[in-house]
């Protein structure tokens, strides 16, 4: 049973840090593309960053290049989110998704009409407010 589950987010200052995690069961995160997403109230969901198993394709939203990151650390099988320089535009639902179809994750990040991934976390609420 494949299960995504974010943790990490929280209120956070203006110009401050935070690191979200995506801790994966269900299936080996170093063989399928993995991405992180976030949803605004009243806004579309957005892809921030989607990698493919061997990071060959990579795909970084305006919003997120210069100030997020994306790692994986496979003996945990859990990926990262770390968002730096945050600012109030950044408050959102943020989740992580995958899906075992071969370039679906990575379009469905870069904004292209492809079916949606498979699976999603559960999100995690990232807020930031002085």
């Known amino acids: 049973q494949v299960q995504l589950v974010e943790s990490g987010g929280g209120l956070v200052h203006p110009g401050g840090s935070l690191r979200l995690s995506c801790a994966a069961s269900?299936?080996?995160?170093?063989?399928?593309?993995i991405g992180w997403f976030r949803q605004a109230p009243g806004k579309e969901r957005e892809g921030l960053l989607c990698?493919?198993?061997?990071?060959?394709?990579?795909y970084y939203s305006d919003s997120a290049k210069g100030r997020f990151t994306i790692s994986r650390d496979y003996a945990k099988n859990t990926v990262f989110l770390q968002m730096n320089s945050l600012k109030p535009e950044d408050t959102a639902a943020y989740y992580c998704?995958?899906?075992?179809?071969?370039?679906?994750?990575?379009?469905?990040?870069?904004?292209?009409?492809?079916?949606?991934?498979?699976?999603w976390g559960q999100g995690t609420q990232v807020t930031v407010s002085s």
């Open positions: 998704a995958t899906d075992f179809r071969p370039l679906i994750l990575y379009y469905y990040c870069s904004g292209y009409q492809v079916s949606e991934p498979n699976y």
């Open positions: 990698i493919n198993s061997n990071d060959n394709m990579t």
């Open positions: 269900g299936f080996a995160l170093e063989h399928f593309a």
